[in-house]
């Protein structure tokens, strides 16, 4: 365990769990007794609210009221219980009754790169729409004590939630474009069901992730993203030309994207940057690394924007989510 964190890139992680918490709960780390209906009672209670604050962190800068929201995208691999988080998160928030709500189980690291393709979609079907993208982890519905097919996750995983207005056709005296997502694709690697996934047990949601994930996501990413750039006409980018959003799944998996590409040291910095204070929220993480982005666009004195971009995020299948995504400050406001 130590030789795994000293080599993860991390820093800092955030978890619900704590000694506390284990001294009311023993069961939790008990792997002979049952305890997923003790987790599933806490999770449910505590991800929407810990998807409520980000959400209205989120709604506050978007500077229009929580009932202007027509859409609600609820990501968790924290969830086993309906009605849902997304309708609780709702609740929480005051949106409306009819406000179209969704939630997406199970996804993993992929879910926040999903959520986003989904609301991009819904937008550029219903241009007054205004869609709630919440991403809200907990690792308390799967965390056991450590054994060799479990450690590299314990070395990775944190809590953390994160929250994204999408929509289109922006008013321009009320809202301020962040990104303008362009085009989406989603890929599985073929032959790859074993090496990542999740199952409930009574125990808790068992988490697998094998060592081979890493050289799999390497061997694939250049032919996915080539295919998502070739929907939008470019069929040779330069991709030292765009600027990063990677999913930081674990230094391994940036350390092979960045030698696979030949991409410049400072092209995933915001991702490393995440990945050491937060370490990897699952779904969530992605949305900490938008947002890491757009704090260095806005830091004076920072390098030159770039227009376009690549998000990546990575989940269970292996699954790809890559999306083109463009700058608006680089060329104005977005029209669509």
Request: with cysteine; charged share 20%; hydrophobic share 40%.
């Given at each position: 365990m130590k030789r795994i964190c000293n080599k993860s890139g991390i820093e800092k992680r955030y978890i619900h769990l704590d000694e506390k918490l284990i001294r009311a709960h023993p069961e939790i780390i008990d792997k002979n007794l049952p305890s997923l209906e003790a987790r599933i009672d806490i999770v449910t209670a505590e991800v929407p609210k810990l998807a409520e604050s980000a959400a209205r962190k989120a709604i506050a800068e978007w500077g229009r009221p929580a009932t202007d929201i027509t859409h609600l995208i609820f990501s968790t691999y924290s969830g086993c219980r309906a009605p849902s988080a997304d309708l609780q998160l709702a609740s929480l928030l005051g949106l409306r009754p009819s406000v179209s709500h969704t939630i997406l189980s199970l996804h993993g690291c992929s879910g926040g790169g999903r959520a986003l393709q989904l609301a991009k979609e819904i937008?550029?079907?219903?241009?007054?729409?205004?869609?709630?993208?919440?991403?809200?982890?907990?690792?308390?519905?799967?965390?056991?004590?450590?054994?060799?097919?479990?450690?590299?996750?314990?070395?990775?995983?944190?809590?953390?939630?994160?929250?994204?207005?999408?929509?289109?056709?922006?008013?321009?005296?009320?809202?301020?474009?962040?990104?303008?997502?362009?085009?989406?694709?989603?890929?599985?690697?073929?032959?790859?069901?074993?090496?990542?996934?999740?199952?409930?047990?009574?125990?808790?949601?068992?988490?697998?992730?094998?060592?081979?994930?890493?050289?799999?996501?390497?061997?694939?990413?250049?032919?996915?993203?080539?295919?998502?750039?070739?929907?939008?006409?470019?069929?040779?980018?330069?991709?030292?030309?765009?600027?990063?959003?990677?999913?930081?799944?674990?230094?391994?998996?940036?350390?092979?994207?960045?030698?696979?590409?030949?991409?410049?040291?400072?092209?995933l910095a915001a991702s490393r940057h995440v990945l050491s204070e937060y370490g990897n929220m699952s779904g969530a993480t992605v949305a900490f690394v938008l947002d890491e982005l757009r704090r260095r666009w806005e830091k004076k004195g920072d390098e030159p924007q770039h227009e376009w971009g690549v998000m990546l995020a990575f989940g269970p299948g292996i699954t790809i989510e890559a999306m083109v995504m463009r700058n608006p400050l680089s060329h104005g406001i977005m029209e669509n």
């Open positions: 937008a550029e079907n219903n241009h007054n729409a205004r869609i709630l993208v919440a991403l809200s982890e907990m690792t308390l519905v799967c965390f056991s004590t450590p054994d060799e097919s479990k450690i590299v996750g314990h070395g990775l995983f944190g809590d953390g939630a994160g929250a994204v207005i999408v929509g289109s056709s922006p008013l321009a005296d009320s809202e301020r474009p962040l990104f303008e997502m362009i085009a989406a694709t989603q890929t599985t690697i073929p032959g790859s069901e074993h090496v990542l996934g999740m199952q409930a047990k009574s125990s808790g949601i068992d988490f697998h992730l094998s060592i081979e994930v890493p050289t799999l996501i390497k061997d694939n990413i250049q032919e996915c993203l080539l295919e998502t750039f070739r929907s939008i006409g470019n069929m040779d980018p330069n991709w030292n030309d765009l600027f990063w959003a990677v999913h930081p799944g674990g230094r391994a998996i940036l350390d092979n994207i960045e030698g696979k590409l030949h991409l410049q040291p400072n092209k």
